[in-house]
């Protein structure tokens, strides 16, 4: 398994934006994590765990319908972290967010995905 670390995450009221960041929290993987598709991925109260946003190595990325036009996924290969630029939030955005390699469904190519962790609480009032 790799650890992956999740962060940014707070209380912020309609409309308002959130950072999160995602990186391993070993040297050791760095280069297992610069090599696979990422995503971040958010579970909120009595919902399933869903994908919000994903991004190849190259950068090319894929968002839910539901934040298109609102969240932007970004990765920064040099320094092994990936974010999740969240602008314009809404209640409905609540949630605990998380990453994890993408999963194969979605375009993923690595042959499993990271245990998932703690993940960041992301609640956003209205």
């Known amino acids: 398994q790799v650890q992956l670390v999740e962060s940014g995450g707070g209380l912020v009221q309609a409309g308002g934006s959130l950072r999160l960041s995602c990186t391993v929290s070993r040297s050791i993987f760095r280069a297992i994590f610069a090599i696979n598709a990422m995503g971040w991925y958010r579970q909120g109260p009595g919902k399933q765990r869903e994908l919000v946003a994903g991004?190849?190595?190259?950068?090319?990325?894929n968002y839910a319908d539901s934040v298109k036009g609102r969240f932007t996924i970004s990765r920064d290969n040099a320094k092994n972290m990936v974010y999740l630029q969240m602008n314009s939030l809404k209640p409905e955005d609540t949630a605990v967010y998380y990453c994890n390699f993408l999963d194969s469904a979605h375009g993923g190519t690595r042959n499993r995905q990271d245990n998932w962790g703690q993940g960041t609480q992301v609640t956003v009032s209205s």
């Open positions: 991004i190849t190595v190259g950068g090319s990325t």
